[in-house]
T-cell receptor, first 112, second 113 residues
């Protein structure tokens, strides 16, 4: 089993739709979690951190389920500009470990 | 403000050549990371610096890969005797706080022919 797994998609949704992505991780001791966004042929950019209590930033909601070892990203009222690849990122250990584990990404295409 | 910059943006090398990729992190960021990203894949960790100290190089795929950050700011990733499988985008990221809050440069696209 891969350390971080995502459904690669692509997810094709119409504008205004709500779409959700899940990401599972294998290491139950993982400490912190993030969603990054990567546009085609561009660098990844931090979208949001994922907190234990769940967090929301505008149309985006991230949640963590430690018992089932997955994190989710919900996008409401999707826009054409949301089309990108969404990368799930996990920090598997505490302390000075900096070796983040990246998923392969989930591709989203929002259509007019 | 200025973000992370990388040069060159594109590099074509013949198999067997040595290449050097440069990264200028955001000023004041103590942490610097190098990643390799193949087409359709997520970034793969190569190495990590805290200031000038290379704290983790476990992701470097072979001894042909070498990274340095001698003064704790600019970093160079060197690949010796390039092979076709080295073709990828090499991303540099820096961070001032928090291991997950990394700011990426535009990457160097390396093609080995």
């Amino acid at each position: 089993r891969k350390e971080v797994e995502q459904d690669p998609g692509p997810f094709n949704v119409p504008e205004g739709a709500t779409v959700a992505f899940n990401c599972t991780y294998s290491n139950s001791a993982s400490q912190s979690f993030f969603w990054y966004r990567q546009d085609c042929r561009k660098e990844p950019k931090l979208l949001m951190s994922v907190y234990s209590s769940g967090n929301e930033d505008g149309r985006f909601t991230a949640q963590l389920n430690r018992a089932s070892q997955y994190i989710s990203l919900l996008i409401r009222d999707s826009k054409l500009s949301d089309s990108a690849t969404y990368l799930c990122v996990v920090n598997p250990a505490a302390g000075n470990n900096r070796k983040l584990i990246w998923g392969l990404g989930t591709s989203l295409a929002v259509n007019p | 403000g200025a973000g992370v910059s990388q040069s060159p943006r594109y590099k074509v090398a013949k198999r067997g050549q040595d290449v050097a990729l440069r990264c200028d992190p955001i000023s004041g960021h103590v942490s610097l990371f190098w990643y390799q990203q193949a087409l359709g894949q997520g970034p793969e960790f190569l190495t990590y610096f805290q200031n000038e100290a290379q704290l983790d190089k476990s992701g470097l795929p072979s001894d042909r890969f070498f990274a340095e950050r001698p003064e704790g700011s600019v970093s160079t990733l060197k690949i010796q005797r390039t092979q076709q499988e080295d073709s990828a985008v090499y991303l540099c990221a820096s961070s001032s706080s928090g291991v997950g809050e990394q700011y990426f440069g535009p990457g160097t696209r390396l093609t080995v022919t």
